[in-house]
Nanobody, 126 residues
Framework: QVQLAESGGGLVQAGGSLTLSCASS????????VGWFRQAPGKEREFLAT???????????EIAESVKGRFTISRERAKNTVYLQMNSLKPEDAALYYC????????????????WGQGTQVTVSS
């Protein structure tokens, strides 16, 4: 069992930045690919980015012109933590942000992720 805990969400003004963290106490976490997703009320869960267990490979949502260049995923294996740096935030970025761990490598599909955190809320004021 890999338990994940997101943190770093909150209220920010449009144009501001937040860094979300996804941490696990399990050492095996470093062998999992980790993805970030978000879900706004009334909308489907949306894939944002994923990073390999080594941290050497990343993949961002192809459709995400809205996040491309603004969001960056990274990993600090020594701290068992994956980050999502979000810059130039817009009101439409407001959502519940989730991290998830996949044993089979990077994926954009939620079904490939075995473990999920509870989510951290991001609110962006205009």
């Amino acid at each position: 069992q890999v338990q994940l805990a997101e943190s770093g969400g909150g209220l920010v003004q449009a144009g501001g930045s937040l860094t979300l963290s996804c941490a696990s106490s399990r050492r095996t976490f470093s062998s999992y690919a980790v993805g970030w997703f978000r879900q706004a009320p009334g909308k489907e869960r949306e894939f944002l980015a994923t990073i390999s267990g080594s941290g050497g490979s990343t993949y961002y949502a192809e459709i995400a012109e809205s996040v491309k260049g603004r969001f960056t995923i990274s990993r600090e294996r020594a701290k068992n933590t994956v980050y999502l740096q979000m810059n130039s935030l817009k009101p439409e970025d407001a959502a519940l942000y989730y991290c998830a761990a996949a044993p089979g490598g990077r994926s954009r599909y939620p079904d490939d992720y075995e473990y999920w955190g509870q989510g951290t809320q991001v609110t962006v004021s205009s």
